[in-house]
């Protein structure tokens, strides 16, 4: 009998000891699970500096601390979500998080370059990250007085009073710092670039990353002058100061078509990095490529597309390649540009570490190259002269004229 007694006890031991590592393990889970869900801060004391959303209420951004070694490292993502350039238009945004922090989510899924999970974000997952809340609809680049109607335009001041409380959290003794943002978050984060930089002398590693930020003029294709006048609107209705765009580019042309990156990209003192399609879903569906009936069903189902619609996009692919290609002729500039039609990349696993591969890399090791300087990445596919569905597949040749393809 004595003989059992060890045995019962052990027994009893080894089912304490995996109950504990059970709820240890469920824990864990859960902790880790709540560590990319990020609580909202809401800049109250910026309301005093004129810097508010469209409807007057304070800005906001989600953050939360670095760790380990990347205690004093910074990444920043502007979120995007285009313009208004109307009090009719603006008004619309008012009752929604693009024009009111009232209606921001309390908590933001921080994923792929935010990510706090290290298998997804090898390289920035410990750093300081931050994403900016975008209520302002001018790419953080207005400053005008509001509008009779009562519609505030005060982009440039929330981006300014956001860096200021940042600097003051830590931000001041970065050592790495990325500014980041997707779509009109992208375009301000290029106009933005080398002010961000400078807010940061003593800094190792400042750069920028432009996530479909690359809106193109085209001057050759359909719409041109449409695309021209849509950010002439928005210049003047958000009252964007010329002072505040690249004088290389202001003192050579109509100061509103300085906000086409295409005009001022080359000039940018601080290393930047684009992530693009040569097939944006967006620019193509809404920035007056064609003006077909049937055009955005086109751009939202391919294997819908007629012949004549692939065309305008093969052309639209050809203006994209080479718009950037002209702007790779500078080594500060590294980009990865597929052929998949989306728009936007870094919200999700699809457009960072499960990504399209260019040389044999997905978005985020290019990116995490490049950043860190292991490998200049610098890739343009020229394979496909039809866009990819969104899942980077090929059309079928049932739906279209297989002449098209090369």
């Known amino acids: 009998m004595a003989k059992n007694i060890p045995t019962m006890f052990d027994h009893r031991l080894k089912l304490i000891i995996c109950l504990v590592i059970s709820m240890s393990t469920n824990i864990s889970a859960h902790i880790t699970a709540d560590y990319n869900n990020i609580s909202i801060t809401i800049l109250g004391s910026a309301v005093a500096k004129g810097a508010v959303c469209l409807d007057g209420s304070p ?12 205690v004093n490292n910074w990444v920043l993502d502007l979120e995007g979500g285009g313009w208004c350039a109307s009090d009719d238009f603006c008004a619309t945004r008012l009752k929604n998080n693009l024009g009111s922090s009232k209606y921001m989510n309390g908590t933001h899924d921080f994923g792929q370059i935010k990510s706090q999970n290290q298998t997804e974000n090898p ?11 975008y209520c ?42 990325i500014l980041a943002g997707g779509s009109a978050g992208a375009l301000g984060a290029l106009l933005h670039c080398d002010g961000f930089s400078e807010l940061l002398p003593n800094a190792k590693r400042v750069k920028c990353i432009s996530d479909s930020g690359v809106f193109v003029h085209a001057v050759h294709l359909p719409g041109a002058d449409k695309r021209a006048n849509l950010f002439a609107k928005v210049a ?13 580019c202001t003192s050579r042309m109509n100061s509103s078509l300085c ?13 930047l990095f684009l992530i693009e399609t040569a097939f944006d879903q967006y620019q193509l569906a809404s920035h007056y490529f064609s003006n077909g009936s049937a ?30 290609q002209e702007i790779s002729d500078t080594t500060s500039v590294g980009m990865f540009v597929h052929s998949c039609l989306r728009h936007g990349h870094t919200y999700e696993s699809s457009g960072w570490d499960s990504s399209y591969v260019l040389a044999n890399k997905t978005i985020a090791q290019a990116v995490g190259d490049w950043f860190y300087g292991r490998d200049f990445f610098q890739e343009i596919d020229y394979d496909n002269e039809l866009p990819l569905f969104r899942n980077c597949t090929k059309l079928t040749a049932s739906t279209y004229d297989p002449s098209l393809y090369a």
């Open 59 to 70: 800005p906001a951004y989600y953050y939360v601390k670095g760790f380990g070694d990347g």
């Open 123 to 133: 390289d920035f997952y410990n750093w300081n990250r931050v994403y900016v809340a």
């Open 136 to 177: 302002d609809s001018s790419s953080f680049m207005g400053d005008n007085i509001q509008s009779e109607t009562g519609i505030n335009r005060r982009g440039a001041r929330i981006f300014n009073a956001i860096m200021e409380d940042l600097l003051a959290k830590g931000m001041a003794n970065a050592e790495n710092a």
């Open 236 to 248: 003047a209705y958000q009252g964007i100061p010329i002072d505040s765009l690249p004088s290389s």
């Open 259 to 271: 906000l086409f990156p295409e005009n001022f990209i080359g000039d940018i003192k601080t290393p």
């Open 295 to 324: 055009w955005k069903n086109c751009t939202e189902h391919l294997e819908l597309c007629t012949p004549s619609q692939l065309q305008i996009m093969k052309d639209y692919g050809i203006a994209v390649r080479q718009t950037l």
